[in-house]
Antibody, heavy 121, light 108 residues
Framework: EVQLFESGGGLVQPGGSLRLSCAASGFAFSTYAMNWVRQAPGKGLEWVSAITSGGGSTYYADSVKGRFTISRDNSKNTLDLQMNSLRAEDTAIYYC??????????????WGQGTLVTVSS | EIVLTQSPGTLSLSPGERATLSCRAS???????LAWYQQKPGQAPRLLIY???TRATGIPDRISGSGSGTDFTLTISRLEPEDFAVYYCQHYGSSPKTFGQGTKVEIK
């Protein structure tokens, strides 16, 4: 069974940093691209970032480019999102989601339950 | 970047009725790169349909997708109690993946 479990969310002050992690199990993690998608409270879905299966290429939404960094450790089956210079508008539930291909150009077939990030003073 | 506009914002229907949800793209979608997701309160989104009309694993055949070009439709032929939720369309095939703003299907 495919399972994705996010952790690392919490309360952080504006300008601060936070690192999210996603632990994957139940599938060959190293052969799938991965994504982060967020959802602000009461709002819709926003794609944030993606990474190829081998980690060699990364992609970002304009709203987070230069502030967030996606990475993965295929030896540990984990996906990370380093978030710096956080703003109030980054407040959201962050989901990790699997892309059924080696490059992240597909739909998202499995999602974790999400971790809440709150940026507030 | 393709912008997706969903309508209506809210659909009020009774169990057993037919639901028709629309997703309109700002430019033609190539390669059939259009998906639909369902989200219930407090839960993660769940993939329903990909490549415009292919049902994901375990999705019942009362749920179907159709469309081409800029106009796409998700149809639920007979609403079951578990179908009342928010539905999102998504374009993929390039970066950034974009989502529509969602349609809420509520019990009338």
């Amino acid at each position: 069974e495919v399972q994705l479990f996010e952790s690392g969310g919490g309360l952080v002050q504006p300008g601060g940093s936070l690192r999210l992690s996603c632990a994957a199990s139940g599938f060959a993690f190293s052969t799938y691209a991965m994504n982060w998608v967020r959802q602000a409270p009461g709002k819709g879905l926003e794609w944030v970032s993606a990474i190829t299966s081998g980690g060699g290429s990364t992609y970002y939404a304009d709203s987070v480019k230069g502030r967030f960094t996606i990475s993965r450790d295929n030896s540990k089956n984990t996906l990370d999102l380093q978030m710096n210079s956080l703003r109030a508008e980054d407040t959201a539930i962050y989901y990790c989601a699997r892309d059924p291909g080696v490059v992240p150009i597909h739909y998202l077939d499995y999602w974790g339950q999400g971790t809440l990030v709150t940026v507030s003073s | 970047e393709i912008v997706l506009t969903q309508s209506p914002g809210t659909l009020s229907l009774s169990p057993g009725e037919r639901a028709t949800l629309s997703c309109r793209a700002s430019q033609s979608v190539t390669g059939r790169y259009l998906a639909w997701y369902q989200q219930k309160p407090g839960q993660a989104p769940r993939l329903l349909i990909y490549d415009v009309s292919t049902r994901a694993t375990g999705i019942p055949d009362r749920i179907s997708g159709s469309g081409s070009g800029t106009d796409f439709t998700l149809t639920i032929s007979r609403l079951e109690p578990e179908d009342f939720a928010v539905y999102y369309c998504q374009h993929y095939g390039s970066s950034p993946k974009t989502f529509g703003q969602g349609t809420k299907v509520e019990i009338k």
